[in-house]
C-alpha cells in the first residue's frame, strides 16, 4: 500500500544524521544560520510521530475491508442457520393472486436472513440470490454467493398454500370481508455448490 511506502520515507527521513543535514544546507545556501540539536529532535520526532499515524491508520483500514468481505466459513454458517430459520415458516402473499413479484421476494428473503445469521464478524450486506430460469411461485432454486467467499451454495424453496391460515379482513360495516389473503407455508432446504 501506499501508506506503507510513505510511512518509510518518513522513518527514512528521520534517521538522517544532523551533521548530513547540516552539510546539504551549507552546500545550497552558505550563509544560512546554524541549526539547533533541539529542531532535529522535533523534526524526528514529528517525522516518527507521522509515519506510526499512517502505519496504524493503514492496518485500520485493512482491518475495515477485511470486514467487509465474506469468509467461506461465515457464508457456510449463515446460510445453514437461515435456512433452519426458514424451513417451516409462513408468510402471506399477494391478495391480487398474480404471483408476479414472487422471484424477487423469495431472493430477498434469503439474502436478509443469511445477513441476519451471519454473526458479529460478518459484514452486514454483499450477499446475493440469484434464482434460477425455471423458477416458479411453487418451488425455486436460487444460487447464493456472498462478496469475498470463493463458496456458493443452492436453496430450494417450496411454497405451497397454507390449509387453514388464510386471513379475511373483516369489511367496512364489520360483516365478512371480500378479500382473502393467501398464507403460504415455506419448506426451505440448502446444498453447497451452485444450482
Not at 543535514?21 to 523534526?43: I, Y
Request: hydrophobic letters at 40%.
Amino acid at each position: 500500500m501506499v501508506v506503507f511506502v510513505l510511512a518509510t520515507g518518513l522513518i527514512a527521513m528521520g534517521c538522517v544524521k544532523a551533521d548530513r543535514v547540516r552539510r546539504w544546507r551549507e552546500s545550497f545556501n552558505p550563509s544560512a544560520p546554524e541549526l539547533p540539536d533541539s529542531a532535529f529532535v522535533a523534526a524526528r520526532v514529528v517525522l516518527f510521530g507521522m509515519a506510526g499515524i499512517g502505519i496504524f491508520s493503514a492496518f485500520q483500514f485493512m482491518a475495515v475491508v477485511a470486514d467487509g468481505e465474506w469468509s467461506d466459513d461465515e457464508l457456510s454458517s449463515a446460510v445453514s442457520q437461515a435456512t433452519a430459520e426458514l424451513d417451516g415458516t409462513s408468510r402471506f402473499g399477494d391478495i391480487f393472486g398474480d404471483d408476479s413479484g414472487f422471484d424477487e421476494e423469495f431472493a430477498t428473503m434469503i439474502e436478509e436472513e443469511i445477513v441476519e445469521n451471519g454473526g458479529g464478524g460478518a459484514p452486514q450486506d454483499g450477499v446475493g440470490a440469484s434464482g434460477a430460469a425455471s423458477n416458479k411461485p411453487s418451488g425455486a432454486d436460487y444460487t447464493v454467493q456472498a462478496a469475498g467467499a470463493d463458496a456458493a451454495f443452492c436453496v430450494h424453496v417450496v411454497r405451497t398454500p397454507s390449509k387453514d391460515g388464510d386471513y379475511e379482513p373483516p369489511g367496512i360495516a364489520g360483516g365478512a370481508g371480500s378479500v382473502t389473503i393467501p398464507n403460504y407455508d415455506f419448506a426451505v432446504t440448502s446444498r453447497e455448490g451452485a444450482c
